[in-house]
Nanobody
Framework: QAQLVESGGGLVSPGESLRMSCTASGFTLEYHAVTWFRQAPGTERGAVSCLSKTDDTTYYTDSVKGRFTMSRDNAKNTVYLQIDSLKPEDTATYYC??????????????????WGKGTLVTVSP
C-alpha cells in the first residue's frame, strides 16, 4: 500500500536548523509532487511548500521563504524539508502528502491522496 512516513522532528532551540524526511513506500515518490503541511497548536492545518517532479518549489506562506528548503533523494525514495533559523512560531506538527500529479498546486488546497502521520517540531528557548 502507498504510505508516507515523516521523521526528524524534535525539540530544538531558536536559531538552530532541522531536516525532516518524508519517505515513501509502495510507490515511487520521484514521479509525484510532494507538499509539506503544518499545524500549530490551536490553528488550522495549512500548506507550507511543495516540490514538483522537476524540483521547482512553491511556497504557500511568505514566513518560510528563505528559511525552508525542499529537496529529493530518489535513491532513498525520500523528500526532505530543511528548516534554518528556527523560530518559536515554527512549532507545529509537520506532515507530508502527495496526490497523483507531478506539479504543485497554486494555493495548496488540492486534495491529497496519501498522508503521513506527522512529526512534531517544538522550538523553545
Amino acid at each position: 500500500q502507498a504510505q508516507l512516513v515523516e521523521s526528524g522532528g524534535g525539540l530544538v532551540s531558536p536559531g538552530e536548523s532541522l531536516r525532516m524526511s518524508c519517505t515513501a513506500s509502495g510507490f515511487t515518490l520521484e514521479y509525484h509532487a510532494v507538499t509539506w503541511f503544518r499545524q500549530a497548536p490551536g490553528t488550522e492545518r495549512g500548506a507550507v511548500s511543495c516540490l514538483s517532479k522537476t524540483d521547482d518549489t512553491t511556497y504557500y506562506t511568505d514566513s518560510v521563504k528563505g528559511r525552508f528548503t525542499m529537496s529529493r533523494d530518489n535513491a532513498k525514495n525520500t523528500v526532505y524539508l530543511q528548516i534554518d533559523s528556527l523560530k518559536p512560531e515554527d512549532t507545529a506538527t509537520y506532515y507530508c502528502a502527495t496526490d497523483l500529479l507531478d506539479y504543485c498546486d497554486e494555493d495548496g488546497s488540492r486534495y491529497m491522496d496519501v498522508w503521513g502521520k506527522g512529526t512534531l517540531v517544538t522550538v523553545s528557548p
